[in-house]
């Protein structure tokens, strides 16, 4: 009698223990892998890149007297603005002015006595030589009149463009020697902001720097202002000591700030395509994948929606430090998978991977 009480017990606990390890085998199917995933979130035609600047002034000129001699006028300071034309400085001029007086007097004379043997030579009452020379001599005295002129007019040092008084290297009264800086003389208005731009990046951007090369530019002192630049010139001769390239942009002077050369400032350009339809990305090289069935390059998306992943074709461009370019299949806004592409299948459900504190 205990035998058969006890048969429905047993074949309720072996119905139990074979649910169980059903209900485990379910749940061991329904795991989900989590994958990294890489979002397209701009096209590779609009990528953004910052540089340091060197803010320069447009046009900078040291100027110096081409003459040795004694400063009698030089009341300029620095920071004083003046216009194209304006008296700089001057050097005392006594001897220039004398040399001139002399040079005239010896013109005047030789000028008169030509005439005269022009006259004479007409009429035959002196040679051919004679009167060679007479011209010779007047031409001369004139060639030492413009020279004296000359030396006159290097007395003086005048703007050779309006701008502002930037540096002053001696004072009145000194002597001066030829050549030698006496004032610095800059154009603020408008302001020449260089960048070394390494090769890679010149490469890319050199079809499209004169028209679709654009630039904005923060300052240190305003960080919370930026000023547009545009673009002057680039240099296809490599700087020293570098791999990089100089491409100067130029500011106009705003209105309400003042720039000045020297101020820290920090660049960024942006190549833009004209071709909306046209829509290129830059992604992991880990995240590009070739089918072995049929020779396809694919990146594998996910879709949000369903939670599964499935390859696309795509093609690819040029290889750079950041990644490969993709130039066709993918748009703004896809998820891709990042890493770990081969222990993916068509139609598998997948979950972002999260990040957690100490992971």
């Given at each position: 009698?205990?035998?058969h009480?006890?048969l429905?017990?047993?074949?309720?606990a072996?119905?139990?223990?074979?649910?169980?390890s059903?209900?485990?085998k379910t749940?061991?199917k329904?795991v989900?892998?989590p994958?990294k995933?890489?979002?397209?979130t701009?096209?590779?035609?609009?990528q953004?890149?910052?540089?340091?600047?060197?803010?320069?002034?447009n046009?900078?000129?040291?100027?110096?007297?081409r003459?040795?001699g004694?400063?009698?006028?030089?009341?300029?300071?620095?920071?004083?603005?003046v216009?194209?034309?304006f008296?700089?400085?001057?050097?005392?001029?006594?001897d220039?002015?004398?040399?001139?007086?002399t040079s005239?007097?010896n013109?005047?004379?030789?000028?008169?006595?030509?005439?005269?043997?022009?006259?004479?030579?007409?009429?035959?009452?002196?040679?051919?030589?004679?009167?060679?020379?007479?011209k010779?001599?007047?031409?001369t005295?004139?060639?030492?009149?413009?020279?004296?002129?000359?030396?006159?007019?290097y007395t003086?040092?005048e703007a050779?463009?309006?701008?502002?008084?930037?540096?002053?290297?001696v004072d009145?009264?000194?002597i001066?020697q030829?050549?030698?800086?006496v004032?610095?003389?800059?154009?603020?208005h408008l302001?020449?902001?260089?960048?070394?731009?390494p090769?890679?990046?010149v490469?890319?951007?050199a079809q499209?720097?004169?028209?679709?090369?654009?630039?904005?530019?923060r300052?240190?002192a305003m960080?919370?202002?930026?000023?547009?630049?545009y673009?002057?010139?680039?240099?296809t001769q490599?700087?020293?000591?570098?791999?990089?390239?100089e491409?100067?942009f130029?500011?106009?002077?705003?209105?309400?700030?003042?720039?000045?050369p020297g101020?820290?400032?920090?660049?960024?350009i942006a190549?833009?395509t004209h071709?909306q339809?046209v829509?290129?990305a830059?992604?992991p090289?880990t995240?590009?994948d070739?089918d072995?069935?049929n020779a396809?390059?694919?990146v594998?998306?996910?879709?949000?929606?369903?939670?599964?992943?499935?390859?696309?074709?795509v093609?690819?461009?040029?290889v750079?430090n950041e990644g490969?370019?993709v130039?066709?299949?993918?748009?703004?806004?896809?998820?891709?998978?990042?890493?770990?592409?081969?222990q993916?299948?068509?139609g598998?459900?997948?979950?972002p991977l999260?990040?957690?504190?100490?992971?």
């Amino acid at each position: 009698m205990k035998y058969h009480s006890m048969l429905p017990l047993t074949l309720l606990a072996t119905v139990l223990i074979a649910g169980c390890s059903q209900a485990e085998k379910t749940v061991e199917k329904e795991v989900i892998r989590p994958v990294k995933l890489f979002e397209i979130t701009e096209s590779a035609a609009n990528q953004v890149h910052k540089f340091p600047a060197k803010v320069t002034a447009n046009s900078r000129a040291e100027l110096s007297f081409r003459v040795s001699g004694q400063l009698v006028n030089l009341e300029l300071v620095e920071g004083e603005v003046v216009k194209q034309g304006f008296l700089l400085a001057k050097l005392d001029d006594r001897d220039a002015k004398n040399n001139l007086m002399t040079s005239e007097a010896n013109y005047e004379f030789l000028s008169a006595e030509f005439t005269r043997n022009q006259a004479m030579f007409s009429r035959q009452l002196i040679s051919q030589a004679e009167f060679d020379s007479s011209k010779a001599q007047l031409k001369t005295a004139k060639a030492a009149l413009e020279a004296a002129k000359d030396q006159l007019s290097y007395t003086r040092l005048e703007a050779p463009f309006s701008g502002t008084i930037a540096k002053r290297m001696v004072d009145n009264h000194q002597i001066v020697q030829a050549n030698q800086g006496v004032l610095t003389l800059q154009n603020n208005h408008l302001l020449d902001i260089s960048i070394q731009v390494p090769e890679a990046i010149v490469a890319k951007y050199a079809q499209t720097v004169t028209h679709a090369l654009k630039a904005k530019v923060r300052f240190s002192a305003m960080n919370d202002r930026v000023f547009d630049a545009y673009f002057k010139e680039y240099s296809t001769q490599v700087t020293p000591g570098t791999q990089a390239y100089e491409v100067v942009f130029s500011l106009e002077q705003p209105q309400d700030v003042q720039l000045l050369p020297g101020m820290s400032a920090e660049l960024i350009i942006a190549q833009t395509t004209h071709d909306q339809s046209v829509f290129t990305a830059v992604v992991p090289m880990t995240a590009v994948d070739k089918d072995d069935t049929n020779a396809n390059v694919v990146v594998w998306k996910y879709d949000p929606q369903s939670g599964e992943v499935s390859p696309v074709n795509v093609t690819l461009g040029r290889v750079s430090n950041e990644g490969v370019e993709v130039l066709t299949g993918i748009q703004k806004g896809d998820l891709l998978v990042a890493a770990g592409l081969s222990q993916l299948s068509v139609g598998l459900k997948v979950k972002p991977l999260r990040w957690q504190r100490g992971v």
